[in-house]
T-cell receptor, first 119, second 114 residues
Framework: NAGVTQTPKFQVLKTGQSMTLQCAQDMNHEYMSWYRQDPGMGLRLIHY???????DQGEVPNGYNVSRSTTEDFPLRLLSAAPSQTSVYFC??????????????????FGPGTRLTVT | AQKITQTQPGMFVQEKEAVTLDCTYD???????LFWYKQPSSGEMIFLIY??????QNATEGRYSLNFQKARKSANLVISASQLGDSAMYFCAMREHRRSKLIFGQGTTLQVKP
């Protein structure tokens, strides 16, 4: 298994540009999510999905769109990049979207992160 | 409301000593899970330990243990016999059973001194 993969690893955008951060997992995980990490702020949840066709907003959804057309992929779209979106972005997934069952089913696996700079 | 708080931005510990990293949480869901993750300077997120709200005993994983005090809504991570490789940022996180999302605290940077 490749686990959770993210592309690109690094990206520089100009203000107003749009782009998509890719996230894929090959573990048949039901739950997928996107976080941004900023100094002193920890990881903040942007959007999450509990299955194909189902997405919901997290703590900081403004300026970002997501879709989940397949179980494997969960892309994050920046519609019009702003300097405030400069951050490190992590994608994560878990087999289960609830706490039912074995602990291993709801342990989250993280991708390696994408470092985004908006100038 | 679902909330996680880590009040220690930075901590120092001498090698081979034990250290406690604080985490408090707030939730109205009686069923929830608490997680701790480690993020070394390389940036990857490493799962350390999990505690369920209905678990009777405190979770332990090797040198990591979770001091779970349900009435006080705290879930502190205890690292015994600190090693230089423990220097990293540590995050506490919570997932409520009825809501799928996993919410993180602000993190604590731990530095282990030789």
């Amino acid at each position: 298994n490749a686990g959770v993969t993210q592309t690109p690893k690094f990206q520089v955008l100009k203000t107003g540009q749009s782009m998509t951060l890719q996230c894929a997992q090959d573990m048949n995980h039901e739950y997928m999510s996107w976080y941004r990490q900023d100094p002193g702020m920890g990881l903040r949840l942007i959007h999450y999905s509990v299955g194909a066709g189902i997405t919901d907003q997290g703590e900081v959804p403004n300026g970002y769109n997501v879709s989940r057309s397949t179980t494997e992929d969960f892309p994050l779209r920046l519609l019009s990049a702003a300097p405030s979106q400069t951050s490190v972005y992590f994608c994560a997934s878990s087999y289960s979207s609830s706490l039912a069952g074995d602990q291993a089913s709801y342990e989250q696996y993280f991708g390696p992160g994408t470092r985004l700079t908006v100038t | 409301a679902q909330k996680i708080t880590q009040t220690q931005p930075g901590m120092f510990v001498q090698e081979k000593e034990a250290v406690t990293l604080d985490c408090t949480y707030d939730t109205s869901d009686p069923s929830y899970g608490l997680f701790w993750y480690k993020q070394p300077s390389s940036g990857e997120m490493i799962f350390l330990i999990y505690q369920g709200s209905y678990d009777q005993q405190n979770a332990t994983e090797g040198r990591y243990s979770l001091n779970f005090q349900k009435a006080r809504k705290s879930a502190n991570l205890v690292i015994s016999a600190s090693q230089l490789g423990d220097s990293a940022m540590y995050f506490c996180a919570m997932r409520e059973h009825r809501r799928s999302k996993l919410i993180f605290g602000q993190g604590t940077t731990l530095q282990v001194k030789p």
